[in-house]
């Protein structure tokens, strides 16, 4: 007779015990890697319907109306939900519109994490969004010149995200004013893919896409790298701007440099990705050899400046 043989049950309860522990392990990392993907993809959809949509306006200035009072306070402010009922909706569809002052009825957080992992209330105002953009700069005209205080407004799409807006009804076009970049701002998108459910986090679930120019608008939706580069260097004639597009791929192979209007992007958007002086270079030239010049944006004032391109600036990367 042959004996037979197998497994204890001790043996089968310690081999389950190794492969709970092992899931318990493995599998938090892999869910995450699968929702950043999905996060990713969702990312760049919404991105390319906002910028569909935002191609068939005419202007994307001058909607709704902001009056203050003698107390310097805004009487009047119906900047934001008037772009996105009078002209938004008309472009692209929408499932709920909420008012200033009603943005968690659109699913939106009380707060977020920043890039850096730091904790910021939800912005409800563009002072809120950042301080900078209501300086006086450059050439101010009626409608044609720098941001007003208004407040946001939000909607919620059909595929579930929840989108702040922040608007300046008198945001210049490209050549029209200074080169500032809170002048070029007309609409910024502060968007929650899934609403209020979590991580509620920068570069995860919630991100920022911004139109700039009142014609021919821009629109871009740049994703920051959680720090500068270390080794950026010079835009120097002998080595070119391509030197400090290898400082983005020597970070990783998914990032480059961003151009000018994304660098505009991430200096409205800069309370979120913490970034808050100094100048910083783009991949935006105007021509190459010795007298190159580049586009530069200083994060303490919101200007956009060409310099020569063997000036030394810091550098942001965002993914590709």
Known sequence: MK?????????????????????AITLPSLLVNVNE???????????????????????????????????????????AESFILDALSKVYKINNVCGPDKLSSCGLPASITTLNNSTMTFPTKMSELNAKLLQNVGTIGSSDGSNVDTKAAAFETVNGESIAVFYNPHCGSDSSVAHYAQNKMCVNFLYDLNGAEGPNQVGKDVGYITALYRKNPV??????????????????????????????????????LPDKSELAAMFINSSLINLTTGS??????????????????????????????STSNAIRCIQK
């Open 3 to 23: 004996k037979k043989t197998g497994f204890t049950l001790a043996e089968i309860l310690i081999t389950l015990a190794i492969i709970g522990i092992v899931a």
């Open 37 to 79: 993907k999905a996060w990713d993809a969702q990312k760049k959809a919404l991105h390319a319907r906002l910028a569909q949509a935002i191609g068939q306006m005419n202007t994307l200035g001058g909607y709704g109306s902001y009056v203050v009072g003698e107390g310097g306070t805004a009487t009047t402010d119906t900047a």
């Open 219 to 256: 629109v871009v939706a740049p994703i920051a790298y959680k720090a500068d580069s270390t080794s950026a260097p010079s835009y120097t004639a002998s080595t070119s701007t391509l030197d400090a597009a290898s400082s983005c791929r020597a970070q990783s192979e998914d990032l480059r």
């Open 280 to 309: 910083y270079g783009s991949g935006s030239v105007t021509s190459v050899g010795a007298n190159g010049m580049s586009w530069t944006q200083d994060f303490a004032t919101g200007q956009l400046s060409l310099v020569a391109r």
